[in-house]
């Protein structure tokens, strides 16, 4: 019977008008408090842009943040006074498109998909999040009409191995970018744990500094999926192979423990959740703990016991070397793949 009266139709309609209710209740709230509404491009929209729209979203969703003008009145001092309250994503096929709005389908805050209209998203926004692979930033920043669109706005780029040199040179290939009115480009790394807000997020710092309102924005923004660091630019290519690859080189520690568990009989299944939520109180205890990680493993080393065991077997395969020869590694790459260089995996050794 409720069925009849409410259709599927108008409980969609009812909720779309809710919807732009909510984001002209946000704009007008910024509007009253002297503020234009800042509006988020996302241009490239994948897993990692995706990540980052869903973690705003959270913060700046109602259930998370009971009173609405909490999130754009700020209540510690590291919040921006503006906060983004229009989003925009930037994609080429509609199936992007549509996965993008499905994974933010719970939220009331709402997406503006641009498919193959880069230039009307980045006219548009205040703020741009560049998201797409490395090798096609030259075919998205190229041009005289994109170079105006981000005149006087700043450009967060995601993208590994390529330095804000460089994108500055894509866009303004005739020279630096002018002091007053250019875009301003800032690099930051974070990695895929963004997906679950557990991003370690490196942000290049900027030379000159940012003003101090746009550095909390873009910490604020990476500050949704996870920690944030800054560091100075010359660290970023080993900041993308420890915090960028980590994630992979920690995922072959965690299956090399699961392969010795199942080897001695351990169900497969327990034997992953074993080994994660170890990996994971582990770093509690240095990331909450503050415990050095020589000291946590001092702690676990009984004499005569199986773990100084075990802790032999690791340093005699020269674990500690290799792992560290691990990130040295991606580091080298990853630079030279900031330089445009293909194929550099194969050519080292
Ligand atoms: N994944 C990681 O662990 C990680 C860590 C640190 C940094 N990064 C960096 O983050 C960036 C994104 O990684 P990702 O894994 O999120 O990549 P992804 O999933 O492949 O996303 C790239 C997005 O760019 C869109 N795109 C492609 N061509 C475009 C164009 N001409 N105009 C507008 N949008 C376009 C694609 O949409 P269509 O498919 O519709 O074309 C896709 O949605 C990369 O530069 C990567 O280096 C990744």
Same mark, same amino acid.
């Given at each position: 019977?409720?069925?009849?009266?409410?259709?599927?139709?108008?409980?969609?309609?009812?909720?779309?008008?809710?919807?732009?209710?909510?984001?002209?209740?946000?704009?007008?709230?910024?509007?009253?408090?002297?503020?234009?509404?800042?509006?988020?491009?996302?241009?490239?929209?994948?897993?990692?842009?995706?990540?980052?729209?869903?973690?705003?979203?959270?913060?700046?969703?109602?259930?998370?943040?009971?009173?609405?003008?909490?999130?754009?009145?700020?209540?510690?001092?590291?919040?921006?006074?503006?906060?983004?309250?229009?989003?925009?994503?930037?994609?080429?096929?509609?199936?992007?498109?549509?996965?993008?709005?499905?994974?933010?389908?719970?939220?009331?805050?709402?997406?503006?998909?641009?498919?193959?209209?880069?230039?009307?998203?980045?006219?548009?926004?205040?703020?741009?999040?560049?998201?797409?692979?490395?090798?096609?930033?030259?075919?998205?920043?190229?041009?005289?009409?994109?170079?105006?669109?981000?005149?006087?706005?700043?450009?967060?780029?995601?993208?590994?191995?390529?330095?804000?040199?460089?994108?500055?040179?894509?866009?303004?290939?005739?020279?630096?970018?002018?002091?007053? /009115? @250019?875009? $301003?480009?800032?690099? #930051?790394?974070?990695?895929?744990? &963004? !997906? +679950?807000?557990? *991003?370690?997020?490196?942000?290049?710092?900027?030379?000159?500094?940012?003003?101090?309102?746009?550095?909390?924005?873009?910490?604020?923004?990476?500050?949704?999926?996870?920690?944030?660091?800054?560091?100075?630019?010359?660290?970023?290519?080993?900041?993308?192979?420890?915090?960028?690859?980590?994630?992979?080189?920690?995922?072959?520690?965690?299956?090399?423990?699961?392969?010795?568990?199942?080897?001695?009989?351990?169900?497969?299944?327990?034997?992953?959740?074993?080994?994660?939520?170890?990996?994971?109180?582990?770093?509690?205890?240095?990331?909450?703990?503050?415990?050095?990680?020589?000291?946590?493993?001092?702690?676990?080393?009984?004499?005569?016991?199986?773990?100084?065991?075990?802790?032999?077997?690791?340093?005699? /395969? @020269?674990? $500690?070397?290799?792992? #560290?020869?691990?990130?040295?590694? &991606? !580091? +080298?790459?990853? *630079?030279?793949?900031?330089?445009?260089?293909?194929?550099?995996?194969?050519?080292?050794?």
């Amino acid at each position: 019977m409720a069925r009849d009266l409410a259709p599927d139709w108008i409980l969609k309609e009812t909720m779309a008008i809710q919807a732009q209710s909510a984001q002209w209740f946000k704009d007008k709230q910024a509007e009253f408090a002297g503020e234009k509404p800042l509006t988020l491009t996302v241009l490239g929209c994948g897993d990692l842009g995706t990540a980052i729209l869903s973690g705003i979203f959270d913060s700046l969703s109602p259930s998370d943040v009971p009173d609405q003008a909490k999130a754009l009145a700020p209540a510690d001092p590291s919040t921006p006074a503006r906060l983004p309250t229009r989003f925009s994503a930037c994609v080429t096929r509609p199936e992007s498109g549509k996965r993008i709005q499905d994974e933010l389908a719970k939220y009331e805050t709402k997406v503006t998909i641009h498919e193959n209209n880069n230039l009307q998203a980045v006219q548009d926004a205040d703020v741009v999040i560049l998201g797409c692979k490395p090798e096609l930033a030259e075919r998205i920043l190229r041009g005289n009409e994109m170079r105006s669109a981000l005149q006087g706005k700043v450009l967060i780029s995601i993208l590994a191995g390529v330095t804000e040199a460089q994108l500055s040179s894509i866009i303004y290939p005739k020279g630096p970018a002018p002091a007053f /009115g @250019g875009c $301003r480009i800032v690099r #930051a790394m974070p990695n895929i744990a &963004a !997906t +679950v807000r557990e *991003s370690m997020t490196v942000i290049a710092k900027s030379d000159p500094p940012l003003s101090e309102e746009t550095d909390k924005l873009v910490t604020w923004i990476f500050t949704r999926i996870g920690r944030v660091v800054h560091l100075p630019s010359e660290n970023m290519d080993a900041c993308t192979a420890l915090c960028g690859s980590g994630p992979g080189f920690v995922a072959i520690m965690l299956e090399s423990m699961v392969a010795g568990a199942v080897a001695m009989g351990v169900p497969r299944e327990e034997a992953y959740i074993m080994a994660a939520q170890t990996m994971r109180g582990t770093t509690g205890l240095v990331l909450q703990g503050g415990e050095h990680p020589a000291l946590v493993r001092d702690r676990v080393m009984t004499p005569g016991g199986c773990t100084v065991g075990g802790m032999l077997v690791l340093e005699e /395969g @020269g674990l $500690r070397g290799t792992i #560290a020869k691990a990130v040295r590694e &991606a !580091t +080298v790459v990853a *630079s030279q793949l900031g330089e445009g260089k293909q194929g550099v995996n194969g050519t080292r050794f």
